[in-house]
């Protein structure tokens, strides 16, 4: 079944007498299912395939808690918890899009915007103005707690693409320029670890898995 057919929910439908509000919040659930079906670029370090975005969104969740002592200044830990895991629901609609691939930027900001929209109003209005607030303030990173989410949405990939070699950093056309650019957010929520990126990068091109850019 495709995301224009409908509802997941709609497929078999809901028992009768269910609450509106718990219907709704049951509806989305189902609906947020198909993350597990978003396949990203990145390789898995485990198995030889792909990670989808379910499991990119568990992995962040745990980098927050294992790493929240790195952050920049204080955080709170909930919160970027339910920045992670909210990030990238909109790409049930709106598709991932690979950080190196320039020309599915274009029209990136306007997917997901048209994604959010989409999405989060599936939910009771109170959770749909909370979850699209927190979406809103993970994409404008104006907050510790933003700033150091996004830094784990960086720097996960990056670990992954450098235990597989390469990975990702192997696609024609990326440097280890490129790549510093990139992930340079990392810096702004947790610049210890973007120091630790850093020497990984520096790393992979010393082992030729990603292009070094000429000087």
Same mark, same amino acid.
């Given at each position: 079944?495709?995301?224009?057919?409908?509802?997941?929910?709609? +497929?078999?439908?809901?028992?009768?007498?269910?609450?509106?509000?718990?219907?709704? %919040?049951?509806?989305?659930?189902?609906?947020?299912?198909? /993350?597990?079906?978003?396949?990203?670029?990145?390789? /898995?370090?485990?198995?030889? +395939?792909? *990670?989808?975005?379910?499991?990119?969104?568990?992995?962040?969740?745990?980098?927050?808690?294992? &790493?929240? *002592?790195?952050?920049?200044?204080?955080?709170?830990?909930?919160?970027? /918890?339910?920045?992670?895991?909210?990030?990238?629901?909109?790409?049930?609609?709106?598709?991932?899009?690979?950080?190196?691939?320039?020309?599915?930027?274009?029209?990136?900001?306007? +997917?997901? %915007?048209?994604?959010?929209?989409? @999405?989060?109003?599936? !939910?009771?209005?109170?959770?749909?103005?909370?979850?699209?607030?927190?979406?809103?303030?993970? *994409? /404008?990173? #104006?907050?510790?707690?933003?700033?150091?989410?996004?830094?784990?949405?960086?720097? %996960?990939?990056?670990? !992954?693409?450098?235990?597989?070699?390469?990975?990702? =950093? #192997?696609?024609?056309?990326?440097?280890?320029? *490129?790549?510093?650019?990139?992930?340079?957010?990392?810096?702004?929520?947790?610049?210890? @670890?973007?120091?630790?990126? %850093?020497? @990984?990068?520096? &790393?992979?091109?010393? +082992?030729? =898995?990603?292009?070094?850019?000429?000087?």
């Amino acid at each position: 079944m495709s995301v224009e057919e409908g509802l997941l929910v709609d +497929r078999i439908g809901q028992p009768t007498g269910v609450a509106a509000r718990l219907a709704s %919040q049951i509806g989305f659930i189902l609906e947020v299912d198909r /993350l597990k079906t978003i396949l990203r670029r990145t390789p /898995l370090v485990a198995a030889d +395939r792909r *990670e989808n975005d379910a499991e990119h969104s568990w992995h962040l969740a745990l980098m927050v808690i294992v &790493l929240a *002592e790195y952050a920049v200044e204080p955080i709170d830990v909930v919160r970027a /918890l339910k920045l992670v895991l909210i990030h990238d629901l909109v790409e049930i609609y709106a598709g991932d899009t690979f950080v190196y691939d320039a020309s599915a930027q274009v029209d990136q900001v306007e +997917r997901e %915007q048209a994604a959010a929209a989409r @999405l989060f109003p599936l !939910l009771p209005d109170d959770q749909a103005s909370e979850f699209r607030a927190l979406w809103d303030e993970f *994409e /404008l990173r #104006r907050t510790p707690e933003a700033r150091f989410a996004k830094a784990m949405d960086r720097l %996960q990939p990056m670990l !992954l693409s450098f235990h597989n070699e390469g990975g990702t =950093w #192997r696609t024609p056309g990326v440097t280890d320029a *490129e790549v510093r650019r990139r992930m340079s957010v990392i810096g702004d929520g947790a610049p210890e @670890l973007w120091t630790y990126a %850093q020497r @990984l990068i520096e &790393l992979a091109a010393d +082992r030729g =898995w990603v292009a070094t850019a000429p000087s």
